[in-house]
C-alpha cells in the first residue's frame, strides 16, 4: 500500500512561489522504492493533468505549461518529493495531487489545493 500526504498548497500570487511537499506515510516503503513519483493537478471543470515526474535515478520531466517555473525533487533521508512552483499564474490554480508508483501499486495523495491570484 502505498499512502502519500501533501501539504504547502495555499494562496499565492502571480508571479511568486510556492512549494508542495509529498510525504510518504504509513506502512508505504521508502519512495527510493517507487519507481516513478510525480505530481499531477485538476483544475475546476478540467481533466486531471500530469505536472512533473522524477524517477528513482533523478530523471525529471515536465509538462510544457511549467517547464523553467517547477522544479522536482526528491530527498530520499525525508522520504519526501518536493515541487517548488515559481513565476506563479492564475492558470496554475488547481488541486495538486502526489502520485507514486511502486510495482504494479500506484498510490495517490488526498491533494492540496493551490489558488492564484491575479
Known amino acids: 500500500q502505498v499512502q502519500l500526504v501533501e501539504s504547502g498548497g495555499g494562496l499565492g500570487q502571480a508571479g511568486g512561489s510556492l512549494r508542495l511537499s509529498c510525504a510518504a506515510s504509513g506502512s508505504t516503503p521508502s519512495i527510493n522504492a517507487m519507481s516513478i513519483m510525480g505530481w499531477y493537478r485538476q483544475a475546476p471543470g478540467k481533466q486531471r493533468e500530469l505536472v512533473a515526474t522524477?524517477?528513482?535515478?533523478?530523471?525529471?520531466m515536465y509538462a510544457d505549461s511549467v517547464k523553467g517555473r517547477f522544479t522536482i525533487s526528491r530527498d530520499n533521508a525525508k522520504n519526501t518529493v518536493y515541487l517548488q512552483m515559481k513565476s506563479l499564474k492564475p492558470e496554475d490554480t488547481a488541486v495538486y495531487y502526489c502520485?507514486?508508483?511502486?510495482?504494479?501499486?500506484?498510490?495517490w495523495g488526498q491533494g492540496t489545493q493551490v489558488t492564484v491570484s491575479s
Open positions: 522524477i524517477s528513482s535515478g533523478g530523471n525529471t
Open positions: 502520485n507514486a508508483k511502486l510495482g504494479s501499486i500506484t498510490g
